[in-house]
C-alpha cells in the first residue's frame, strides 16, 4: 500500500505562486509516473503535468510556461510550482504516482482570486 500527503494548496491572487508538494510513503520498490490532476467545480477532472521516471515532462496546454513539474526520487516527492496563476486555475489538485498501480492524494484546494 501506499500513501500520498499533499501540501502546498492556498488563496492567492493573481499573478502570484505556489508550489504544491506530494510525498509518498508505504510499499515503494520504484515509482513509475507521477503527477497532478486537477478539478474545478462542475468540470471533469484533467491532467496538469506529468513526469516519467528519467523525469520527462508533459503539461495541458493551459499551463504550460507557468507551472514546472518536478520529483524528487530520494523523498519520494513530487512538486508542482505555479506561476503567473489565474482565477481559472482554481480546483482542488491531485496528485498521484503509479507503484504497479495508481495511487492518489487526498487533494488540495487551490483558489485564485482577487
Known amino acids: 500500500q501506499v500513501q500520498l500527503v499533499e501540501s502546498g494548496g492556498g488563496l492567492v491572487q493573481p499573478g502570484g505562486s505556489l508550489r504544491l508538494s506530494c510525498a509518498a510513503s508505504?510499499?515503494?520498490?520504484?515509482?513509475?509516473?507521477m503527477g497532478w490532476y486537477r478539478q474545478a467545480p462542475g468540470k471533469e477532472r484533467e491532467l496538469v503535468a506529468l513526469?516519467?521516471?528519467?523525469?520527462?515532462?508533459n503539461y495541458v496546454d493551459s499551463v504550460r510556461g507557468r507551472f514546472t513539474i518536478s520529483r524528487d526520487n530520494a523523498k519520494n516527492t513530487v512538486y508542482l510550482q505555479m506561476n503567473s496563476l489565474k482565477p481559472e486555475d482554481t480546483a482542488i489538485y491531485y496528485c498521484?504516482?503509479?507503484?504497479?498501480?495508481?495511487?492518489w492524494g487526498q487533494g488540495t484546494q487551490v483558489t485564485v482570486s482577487s
Open positions: 508505504g510499499s515503494i520498490s520504484s515509482i513509475n509516473n
Open positions: 513526469i516519467t521516471s528519467v523525469g520527462v515532462t
Open positions: 498521484y504516482v503509479i507503484v504497479v498501480q495508481r495511487y
